[in-house]
């Protein structure tokens, strides 16, 4: 793979936003980019990608400063909210690289980007930490040029996809076990993992978007825990699951859902978008609307008659 310069998104995904800032979503999502959050993390975001799009300066020494606080460094890989934080703090990182005072953080470069080993694997029974766990290890990786940390988060991912994903859609071994308890947003979660590894992937070389096991891909995944957001009242693995919930989930962690329409169009994706945009996560992609909400205008193709 090769170096992606922001993790999630490119240049061109932020020259495209910026040429298009008087149309729908670019539109919307704007005043929530000059937001001021009360979540350390998901401020920090907005600072690092304000210094992006606007060439704020002052905004991304906020975010430097964001990375050397408590918040940050501390890390626990057996805690599935500190791994998605984690990660979450690795996107802030990759989005400040560019920034004139990037040197003074050097300390909290390393710390953040520390191997959380020992490293789970998709079939060591913690199947939802160890995909998240996995795209800590490919972003770390990916900052680093550590083709190890890369590889091992893909062959995390492949796994996943060849063992994991029934071809209707749920994660195998989370919602259908014995016992499972909040397994809506267990498959949310773990759909969410595997999107923002394929985005990861794609955005540093490798296309892990169109990997498959007999034509089930992340995007099985996607399209079955986006058809219970609307009808949570089908969902057969766990009784009482209400749109309120399904709404809230959506809320707190659905921005990767922008990646995965910009890919292959969300059937029913316009309901979503006119519910929930302008999406944000701090830990699962960011303001999307406004990096992923676009589709990029298809190449011109050349004939010769």
């Known amino acids: 793979m090769t170096a992606s310069a922001y993790l999630l998104f490119s240049a061109g995904d932020l020259q ?80 400040l690289r560019d920034h004139p005072n990037w040197h003074d953080s050097a300390e909290t470069y390393g710390a953040l980007t520390a191997d959380p080993a020992p490293r789970l694997d998709a079939a060591d029974g913690d199947l939802l930490r160890a995909l998240w766990l996995a795209a800590v290890d490919m972003a770390a990786g990916i900052l ?61 070389g490798e296309d892990l978007w169109t990997y498959n096991n007999r034509a089930v891909s992340v995007n099985t995944a996607a399209t079955y825990t986006f058809y219970y957001y609307f009808f949570p009242e089908r969902w057969r693995w766990e009784d009482g699951l209400t749109r309120e ?15 995965v329409n910009r890919r292959s169009p969300l059937r029913g994706g316009e309901e979503l978008f006119a519910e929930q945009r302008p999406l944000l996560s701090a830990v699962a992609g960011g303001l999307t609307t406004l990096t992923h909400g676009l589709k990029p205008p298809a190449k011109k193709r050349w004939r010769l008659w």
């Open 16 to 95: 495209l936003a910026r040429d298009n800032l008087d149309r729908e979503p670019v539109r919307s999502a704007l005043p929530l980019l000059d937001s001021q959050p009360e979540d350390a993390l998901a401020l920090a975001l907005l600072q690092a990608l304000r210094f992006l799009f606007y060439s704020d300066v002052e905004a991304g020494r906020a975010a430097l400063e964001a990375l050397r606080t408590p918040d940050s460094p501390a890390f626990d890989p057996s805690d599935l909210p500190s791994v998605k934080r984690r990660f979450g703090w690795l996107t802030v990182m990759s989005q």
């Open 144 to 204: 680093l040029g550590d083709d190890g940390r890369l590889q091992s988060a893909v062959s995390t991912y492949r796994r996943a996809v060849d063992q994991h994903i029934h071809p209707e859609g749920f994660i195998k071994g989370l919602v259908d076990i014995d016992g499972a308890r909040q397994t809506y947003e267990a498959q949310f979660a773990a759909t969410g993992a595997l999107v923002l590894l394929s985005e990861m992937a794609q955005q540093a």
């Open 245 to 259: 919930q399904t709404m809230t989930i959506m809320r707190r962690e659905g921005a990767f859902f922008e990646m």
